[in-house]
């Protein structure tokens, strides 16, 4: 099904695209490739929409949230907004601060309208052209999204790509969860997480990283015995102080790489990928933020889970590096699993 999700303030009509499989069902605009809405049900059969979000276009446009967004070409940080490719130095939008890059910069994809390639009953496909020097990378790029529900439980999301030249692609999504439903923030620090991961990536003040990818062991970032994520966020601990909370990059060195759970519900969420990182995010910097049904969103009311390259790794080439060779294909797929 397709609706109107509203005309957006240049005049253009952004729409908005259901798609089904089994008992979840999901909304997804055009509107910056966004995922709007996700109906889950919880172990009493009851349905929830359980993602944070807008009612319309331009406050997603106008919001510094990303919620539900498609970031690229690169997500998360870029120390010093400037990186070095095959000898030449590309300086990006200081975004962050003034100084880093966040999310690609100024005129990010989940601002755009994007076009739609497929609508099926369970799947939609939404492209994008990225000229040569958007956003300060290089290459004319050709870029795909695709939303699929998958029996059962699962929302895969598949990025593809092709550019003309060596190029940055690192792209995410960035949803907030809540399993108790969007209209229930309150309880989002009591939902429990697991993550395997044995390491995380340290940052300095402005969330660049060190370098140093540190041991959870004896920490507040341990979460390899599943515990509530606001147990230890609020540590005498300088990672978590830094950031205010949890905002970190973790390993993937296994799947499922995250397990989040809503004791209250019943619900939960698996995340499988094929990501070298994971960010973990408590929704530090929600301030009450009006969203969908007049639902205010208060601090730290959802979290994300986003699968990616780790942040700023063009900078630090010991790490896995987010280069796409010119012609060929860039490809990542990352699943969401409901029981």
């Known amino acids: 099904m397709k609706k109107s999700f509203g005309i957006r303030k240049d005049g253009q009509e952004a729409h908005l695209y259901t798609i089904s499989c089994g008992n979840i069902t999901a909304e997804v605009s055009d509107h910056g490739a966004t995922l709007v809405k996700l109906f889950v049900p919880d172990a009493k059969g009851n349905v929830d929409d359980v993602i944070l979000g807008f009612d319309h276009p331009d406050d997603y446009t106008a919001s510094t949230t990303y919620f539900g967004a498609t970031v690229g070409r690169n997500a998360n940080r870029i120390g010093g907004a400037k990186f070095t490719l095959n000898g030449v130095t590309y300086k990006i939008d200081a975004n ?3 100084v880093n890059n966040l999310h690609s910069g100024f005129d990010p994809y989940k601002n755009r309208l994007w076009d739609v390639v497929s609508h099926k009953p369970d799947s939609i496909t939404l492209s994008l052209s990225s000229p040569n020097g958007d956003q300060g990378f290089p290459g004319n790029a050709e870029i795909k999204v695709t939303y699929r529900l998958e029996a059962p439980g699962i929302l895969a999301i598949i990025y593809d790509g092709v550019c003309d030249q060596d190029t940055v692609f690192n792209m995410t999504n960035h949803t907030y969860f809540n399993l108790a439903g969007h209209t229930h923030p309150e309880k989002a620090m009591s939902q429990v997480l697991q ?3 044995r ?6 003040a402005a969330s660049i990283p060190t370098g140093e990818n540190r041991s959870v062991e004896g920490s507040p970032m341990d979460f390899r015995i599943p515990k509530p994520i606001g147990q230890d966020i609020n540590q005498d601990y300088n990672a978590l102080k830094n950031q205010g909370g949890y905002d970190h990059n ?3 060195y296994c799947n499922p790489c995250a397990t ?3 004791p209250e519900s019943g619900r939960t969420m698996t995340v499988e990928t094929d990501c070298c990182g994971i960010q973990f995010y408590s929704g530090n910097f929600l301030e009450g933020e009006t969203g969908k049904e007049k639902v205010s969103y208060c601090y730290r009311g959802g979290i994300c889970l986003e ?9 630090h080439p010991d790490w896995v590096q987010p280069i796409t060779k010119a012609g060929q294909p860039y490809h990542s797929e990352t699943r969401y699993i409901f029981k």
Do not use: G, K, R, W
């Not at 390491?199 to 300095?204: L, S």
């Not at 699968?307 to 900078?315: H, K, L, R």
């Open 260 to 262: 989040l759970s809503d």
């Open 307 to 315: 699968t990616q390259f780790y942040p700023d790794c063009i900078n």
């Open 195 to 197: 993550m395997p991961a």
């Open 199 to 204: 390491h995380f990536t340290v940052c300095d």
């Open 250 to 252: 973790f390993e993937v």
């Open 96 to 98: 962050d601060n003034e």
